[in-house]
């Protein structure tokens, strides 16, 4: 299968989305910005704003964009915008929706609906849904350029529907977030066995989606009323409008142990998987106890969607030690379950503050693009290592987990998707001296291949190998 890119955990239908409101309709010109195929060169005023503020207001994850990065498959995350990210009482006047505006690109127009507590999750979920489907298959024409994207039902989906004379992006769904299936904000934490209720029959709804997620992210940015949440929105401009403390930090309930179980069930429809990406310490500890207590005899994979590691006390400050970042024994576990880690390109993740400040000393533009891929490559090394040193496959759970159009800060020179292929090549250059020193050796002989077998794995085959198993 020819792909070049896969990329685990994106957001490209949530700036157009955003921006079809109030009539929800999905543009098909791909000039306007409620058109899932706008694409424009971020500006320069716009890559200094993200520099100074770290806000991404410019489109990173759209068709076209995937299409000039060489990306072929994706997940795309689907999203019912948190109210935590809107409370009208934060800044005076109507000012709360022009912050957010600024900071995600979403258009007031989207933000107001979010704030209106009439309008629950579950719809807003449903309607994102259905705004990607209307134009599942349609094909656009760019110059001599044929593009389309396709909404896959499965592995065998992809493989049967491939089309040697456009050019595909095939999409998997996910969304982000189990606040997506309450009816009702009011209901989110409530233990009223009505809400229990409602929530597992819009799960059911979702397992019977002809586009059915293989994966879920379990929790977000604010308390979900499951479990506990990582501390996530560290920006300041974020921070003056939000709390996440609510919860912060705690485990898992009873309730989210339930829809945990219901999500893996396979009686009630698909099996979903679950992406730990936002629990707490405490609930992803929990999650791995359950798997062994109650699933010891059967496969379940973990997924981190789009992550990065704390790395231990010998990593060279290299690594950003925070809760949202995952240990060395997660990723050993992760390893062992078969998942997927995908690596998130977000600066206020992938290095440590000190790496950072490295980083912007670099003036030329081939200096940040190698600097840009080490952050990247170290990540996949460090794993790779630790996971050796387990006498596991080194090279099977490192992927791609950009989180683009996902209100991150991107790394300075791989600001949007399209810029995916400088990064694959500047990858390679740092995979190949790493093979190439004479002290490259692995515990494991399996665990020793090329550069670019390194690459290949990161960039593409790891998901694809991933999704025949599991994919189905």
């Known amino acids: 299968m020819n792909i070049s890119v896969a990329d685990l955990h994106c957001h490209p239908s949530m700036k157009p989305y955003g921006r079809s409101f109030p009539d929800r309709v999905p543009g098909t010109d791909p000039l306007i910005k409620d058109c899932i195929y706008f694409y ?38 689907l999203y019912p915008f948190e109210k935590g990210f809107v409370r009208k009482n934060a800044l005076p006047g109507d000012l709360v929706a022009d912050s957010v505006n600024l900071v995600t690109g979403i258009g007031k127009e989207r933000i107001h609906y979010i704030q209106d507590p009439n309008n629950g999750y579950f719809t807003d979920l449903e309607n994102e849904y259905a705004f990607l489907k209307a134009l599942d298959g349609r094909v656009f024409t760019f110059g001599s350029k044929k593009i389309r994207y396709v909404l896959l039902i499965d592995f065998q989906h992809m493989v049967q529907s491939q089309n040697d004379e456009v050019y595909t992006v095939y999409i998997g769904l996910s969304f982000e977030g189990m ?34 997620p293989l994966f879920i992210t379990f929790a977000h940015h604010f308390y979900n009323g499951l479990c506990g949440h990582a501390a996530s929105l560290t920006d300041f401009s974020v921070k003056l409008i939000t709390n996440q403390s609510v919860m912060l930090g705690k485990g898992l309930n009873a309730l989210g142990k339930d829809m945990i ?36 005899n059967e496969h379940i994979p973990v997924i981190v969607s789009h992550g990065a590691i704390c790395g231990d006390e010998y990593a060279y400050n290299w690594f950003l030690s925070a809760d949202i970042n995952f240990s060395d024994r997660e990723i050993v576990l992760i390893g062992q379950s078969e998942g997927l880690f995908g690596i998130q390109l977000d600066e206020r993740r992938i290095a440590s503050s000190h790496e950072i400040a490295l980083f912007r000393k670099h003036l030329g533009s081939e200096a ?69 020193n004479p002290d490259y050796n692995m515990s494991m002989p399996d665990n020793l291949i090329s550069g670019e077998e390194i690459v290949g794995k990161f960039m593409t085959k790891n998901m694809l190998s991933f999704m025949e198993k599991n994919f189905r």
């Open 261 to 296: 179980r219901a999500l893996l069930s396979k009686t009630n429809g698909k099996r979903i998987l679950i992406d730990i990406k936002h629990m707490s310490i405490a609930a992803r500890k929990e999650y791995f106890e359950l798997l062994d207590q109650e699933y010891s």
């Open 368 to 436: 940040i693009l190698l600097h840009a891929a080490l952050f990247v490559w170290r990540q996949i090394r460090y794993i790779a290592v630790l996971l050796d040193i387990n006498r596991l496959p080194a090279w099977d759970i490192q992927c791609l987990g950009s989180d683009n159009d996902g209100i991150v800060n991107p790394i300075d020179g791989i600001w949007t998707s399209a810029d995916f292929g400088l990064l694959k090549d500047r990858l390679l250059i740092h995979a190949n001296a790493f093979v190439e």
């Open 179 to 212: 606040h997506a299936l309450y009816n009702r904000f009011e209901d989110v934490g409530s233990d009223d066995p009505l809400v229990k209720q409602s929530l597992m029959d819009n799960l059911v709804k979702v397992k019977a989606w002809p586009h059915c």
């Open 40 to 77: 424009g060169s971020p500006p320069f005023v716009k890559k200094i704003l993200n520099k100074i503020l770290g806000i991404t207001s410019f489109p990173q994850a759209g068709i076209q964009a995937l299409e000039k990065g060489g990306v072929g498959l994706i997940f795309c995350s």
